[in-house]
């Protein structure tokens, strides 16, 4: 009560402490994120190191128990990309990204190892269904990845139905690393080529022209690209709209995320093994990447891609972007279409080859 007899709050100074350290907490979180060092941060703030430290510690933690803590039963899952990070020499961090029905893009979890090994792949594909994750239930799971053993090893011990697809960059670079520079810019013009048709009749035709070109430059390259034809033209062979292919038929998606990862964990001299350093830096990075998820290109063909992954009834013929979808043109024409189209994805020739090659 004052003086005058009028009351008003009085504002506690231990409650102004506590307020201010958490919004101190953001701050330190928020600086070290853009790659200030820890004794810059205090200076900016006026503390510690160690309080800096601290602060780093308690809200990191606060966010990956919020990434770990959400409910994944909701998500209607059509298809997931696997890729993995590797943060040092002796760490790798396999990541799971799923695409639901309605084209939105979820990152999943993670699972940290000593390498992309089968076993540290099962170990997240485990702790996704421990979360509630009813992937490959409702249809088969369209999985998107690399060229490793080791996730295609776990897929099938988890979904034996799942339809596995190859990424096409990753299969363009293995080509192009085992030919001459003069017949590279033919192998990209081909790739594209196979980028762009629809359906399977026109993938088998682009496939085929695509080999018999590489068998009468390099033999070797000519039968490891023929060993991986079912998984290069798994996504073909389902026969859905070719507005989907630029989604499907890479893993640019869960790559632009490990970029963007890199960019920020990278900045880690040491990790501790011996802490939860690597996962709380890892869930805070993969928090921040996701703020800038947009939904896939083609997402209203969805509906197509479900129906032809086993979904039956009517709630898949209501998810259908049209009633009547127009006639399929012929492998031929599509070739010369494909031709004309250009993709955001397509490499260079002066790209180094060993850009995240997991």
Known sequence: MLPTGLEREVKLKSYSEVKRRKGMFDEVLEAICHGASGSGVGKMLGVSASTVCEGWKARSKQLLDEFRGRDLSEIDVVAMMVDGVFPGKDSCVVVALAIDIHGH?????????????????????????????????????????????????????????????????????????????????????????????????????????????????????????????????????????????????STNHIENVMRNSRGMIGKVCRWNAKTDQLTRWMGVALLRAQEGFRRVRGHKELGALATALGRSGSAASSLRSSAAPPERPSAKEQNELASEIGFTYQMSIGQPAEILTI
């Not at 996730?151 to 697809?165: E, G, M, T």
């Not at 022209?209 to 389902?238: P, T, Y």
């Open 105 to 249: 893009k979820h990152l999943l979890d993670f699972e940290e190892g000593s390498s992309e090994s089968a076993e540290v792949v099962k170990g997240l594909f485990a702790r996704l269904h421990a979360r509630g994750l009813k992937a490959g239930t409702a249809r088969r799971l369209l999985l998107v990845r690399d060229g490793s053993d080791a996730i295609a090893k776990a897929v099938r011990h988890f979904w034996p139905d799942a339809v596995q697809q190859e990424c096409l960059v990753h299969v363009e670079r293995g080509l192009c690393a085992k030919l001459s520079w003069k017949h590279q810019h033919e192998v990209v013009a081909r790739m594209n080529r196979l980028r762009g048709v629809e359906g399977a009749e026109a993938g088998e035709e682009a496939f085929e022209g695509l080999l018999e070109f590489v068998r009468g430059k390099n033999l070797a390259a000519a039968e490891s690209l023929e060993s991986r034809k079912d998984g290069i033209l798994s996504f073909h062979r389902l026969n859905v709209p070719a507005t989907l292919n630029v989604t499907f038929l």
